[in-house]
């Protein structure tokens, strides 16, 4: 079992009635949207219950989403199919699985999963990695020391194990994490205008020519 599963797996069927009433998402999609082409490789990093894969798969050609949690991915390839979405590929792992090859994504979608991540960097190099010359991460991320309120109940709950570890750094310092490994932001802004959630692309550099 991934570190962390057991949670995950806990609330997968109670997470869409918690996350669907957050607006983040339709603006976070129809952003995301705006840098896909029709004939995309994309991956869903964390893709949780399906929200945002099964939304924008059919604005690409095909899409791997992945997830640490069992119960999280049975959800996505139900509601999938109820959907007859038949671009998607489904998969419990994690973004170090070998079949995935270097230089092989268009972009990688990661929403809100950088600060549940130990070691962020390490994923961040992944990604690079993975991703085409010219590629995008397109994220979304809780920067927590923004909002020292939030920052501290999480850490609370974090320390009775009620959450997972979380991460908390600024926006800088999560755009850091993206710079240092030689991406370029191409967009970095706060999702809603009162919360510490920041939208940031980045582009790999060098040219896709597909």
Avoid at 38 to 65: K, S, Y
Avoid at 182 to 202: G, M
Wanted: aromatic share 12%.
């Amino acid at each position: 079992m991934y570190k962390d599963e057991k949670f995950w797996d806990r609330i997968a069927s109670k997470y869409d009635r918690i996350e669907q009433s957050d607006i983040a998402y339709a603006i976070f999609i129809e952003k995301v949207r705006t840098y896909l082409k029709a004939d995309d490789m994309i991956m869903d990093f964390g893709c949780g219950t399906g929200l945002v894969c099964n939304e924008i798969a059919g604005n690409v050609g095909f899409v791997h989403a992945i997830d640490i949690s069992t119960k999280m991915i049975d959800i996505c390839k139900f509601k999938a199919s109820e959907r007859n979405i038949q671009n998607i590929d489904f998969a419990r792992t994690t973004i170090f699985d070998e079949k995935f090859r270097i230089g092989s994504f268009d972009a990688i979608i990661a929403f809100n999963i950088f600060h549940l991540l130990d070691e962020p960097h390490k994923y961040i190099q992944r990604i690079y990695q993975i991703l085409k010359p010219g590629g995008f991460i397109l994220s979304s991320t809780p920067c927590m020391s923004e909002a020292s309120l939030l920052k501290n109940v999480l850490k609370f709950f974090s320390l009775l194990g009620v959450t997972p570890k979380l991460n908390s750094f600024t926006s800088s310092e999560m755009e850091q994490l993206f710079l240092n490994v030689s991406f370029k932001t191409l967009e970095l802004n706060k999702l809603k205008p009162k919360s510490p959630q920041y939208l940031c692309i980045s582009q790999k550099h060098g040219i896709n020519n597909n």
